[in-house]
């Protein structure tokens, strides 16, 4: 079986509450997505989807997704898509670094390999884990009031977690906290999410004026010398996200203790195959992920899906259902979200169809 054509296509994902906003005033009104189509010589065909925070939160953006596939494409043509390790070294002998362009590439060829075996990704991943994946709402970068309300909202539809987009002006991200913590009840977990936005006397000074309330701190800084200094002069229970884009960080970290939990992003990683690495490290060494995506619509959510759904339950700290934040669905048999919990599907592979009806022209097309 020989790989005969990678190709994709753009989609636009609006989303449902008109825009997502997070620290330094960031904000995305409409995510560009690449929906990549792996394609055998016996005609069968995988998908995956990349779709970066905008072009300032990690290192890609989506008209680069598109470019390096250009570049990529033609060493990956001829390759069995099934040697998903052969086929991810040749991605990095081909070309170094930018990982999330080979995602969209890895995840085609789980799909792939899962329509061929007949076998969902998640099994192929090592088994699904429980009945269903707990889901968490991140709560868009408002004043606190509105982020309250939000909460409450979404709080209402059966979700139990939430990650506040914090990350801002120190003392609103403090009453931001407040606000939320005090409606919540304790079986419900808070997150207060910086995305590298404080300076370090400025998280220093938040954690120890929320240091009584029951709330997780993630990626307060931009570097993870500043993340470590603030680790430890908190007890709070600390993520680390941005910070952790590698297995070598990945060691580095759990070498400092720097973190209790980590967020695993599929393509700030390089797709399910790195993120399966670092995942299976992560269960070895007792510490609990996030597991997710940069952002995503039906494609991104059912990868995230099987990558969770076959992680045992205890390290699932959250996921998300990015495909419920957008108006546009760009597949169908993608997991919905029902009471704040998902489930892989138990169809081949990913279990999606793209809806080719909602996707832009081709714009990569490699044979
Ligand atoms: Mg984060």
Redesign the pocket.
């Given at each position: 079986m020989k790989i005969r054509r990678i190709f994709a296509h753009r989609v636009e994902l609006p989303l449902g509450e008109g825009s997502y906003k997070w620290s330094g005033g960031k904000s995305v009104t409409v995510f560009d997505s690449t929906v990549v189509g792996v394609e055998t010589d016996e005609g069968l065909v995988g998908y995956g989807e990349v779709c970066p925070l905008g072009p300032f939160y990690l290192p890609a953006y989506a008209a680069g997704v598109r470019a390096g596939l250009q570049e990529l494409g033609p060493h990956l043509i001829g390759m069995d898509p099934r040697d998903i390790n052969v086929l991810n070294e040749r991605m990095d002998a081909a070309l170094k670094g930018h990982p999330y362009v080979k995602s969209g590439i890895d995840i085609a060829c789980w799909d792939l390999l899962g329509r061929i075996t007949g076998l969902p990704v998640c099994t192929l991943l090592g088994g699904r884990f429980g009945e269903q994946v707990r889901l968490y709402r991140a709560i868009s970068q408002e004043s606190p009031e509105e982020m309250s309300r939000k909460v409450q909202g979404y709080k209402a539809e059966g979700y139990t977690r939430f990650q506040l987009k914090v990350g801002g002006d120190p003392d609103v991200d403090i009453e931001r906290i407040h606000a939320v913590r005090a409606m919540l009840g304790p079986g419900d977990r808070l997150v207060a999410?910086a995305?590298t936005g404080w300076t370090q006397h400025e998280a220093v000074r938040v954690v120890r004026a929320v240091r009584d309330l029951d709330v997780y701190i993630?990626?307060p800084c931009q570097t993870y010398e500043e993340c470590l200094a603030v680790r430890r002069q908190t007890d709070h229970a600390f993520i680390l996200?941005?910070n952790i884009d590698s297995l070598q960080m990945l060691l580095r970290a759990r070498g400092d203790l720097a973190m209790d939990a980590v967020?695993l992003k599929i393509s700030k990683l390089g797709g399910l195959t790195r993120t399966r690495q670092l995942r299976d490290l992560c269960v070895s060494m007792g510490i609990a992920m996030t597991l997710e995506d940069s952002w995503g619509g039906d494609i991104t959510t059912a990868a995230i899906s099987h990558l969770a759904h076959s992680t045992p339950e205890e390290f699932r700290f959250t996921s998300t259902d990015f495909n419920s934040y957008v108006t546009v669905s760009n597949a169908v048999g993608a997991p919905q979200r029902v009471d704040g919990f998902m489930k892989a599907s138990a169809a081949p592979g990913l279990g999606i169809e793209p809806r080719f009806e909602v996707l832009g022209d081709v714009l990569v097309d490699i044979h």
């Open positions: 999410d995305n993630e990626q996200d941005e967020n």
